[in-house]
Nanobody, 131 residues
Framework: GPLVEESGGGSVQPGGSLRLSCAARQLTRASYCMAWSRQVPGQERERVAAIYTGDGSTFHLPSVKGRFTISQENPEFAKRMLYLQMNNLKPDDSATYYC?????????????????????WGQGTQVTVSS
């Protein structure tokens, strides 16, 4: 299945920006749902954004819409780069962020991907927002 590895986390002050990256390899199917989720210790994982690689459609969690933007690149066969541009960060955005991937095809959208179950994710990258 897909192998994913996140990078780009760090510490930033409120109002600052970070760009998370995810290198996804072994993507041998024609299309995938890909997403970013986050988790705080003791809480359930929360999905923040998803994209369907088949048509590029996206869906963002309402609380991050307008601040976070998910995007993708397809630099070579069986590899994709997934990004999460995070602007105007708030302390509540502090969490470990995970990149997720799942093969999908058909008449679906980024919103369908946002709601689906993912069985492949990486080790996570930590984001800390504090003054």
């Amino acid at each position: 299945g897909p192998l994913v590895e996140e990078s780009g986390g760090g510490s930033v002050q409120p109002g600052g920006s970070l760009r998370l990256s995810c290198a996804a390899r072994q993507l041998t199917r024609a299309s995938y749902c890909m997403a970013w989720s986050r988790q705080v210790p003791g809480q359930e994982r929360e999905r923040v954004a998803a994209i369907y690689t088949g048509d590029g459609s996206t869906f963002h969690l309402p609380s991050v819409k307008g601040r976070f933007t998910i995007s993708q690149e397809n630099p070579e066969f069986a590899k994709r780069m997934l990004y999460l541009q995070m602007n105007n960060l708030k302390p509540d955005d502090s969490a470990t962020y995970y990149c997720e991937a799942e093969p999908f095809s058909g008449d679906i959208s980024g919103r369908d991907c946002f709601l689906t179950f993912f069985s492949h994710w990486g080790q996570g990258t930590q984001v800390t927002v504090s003054s």
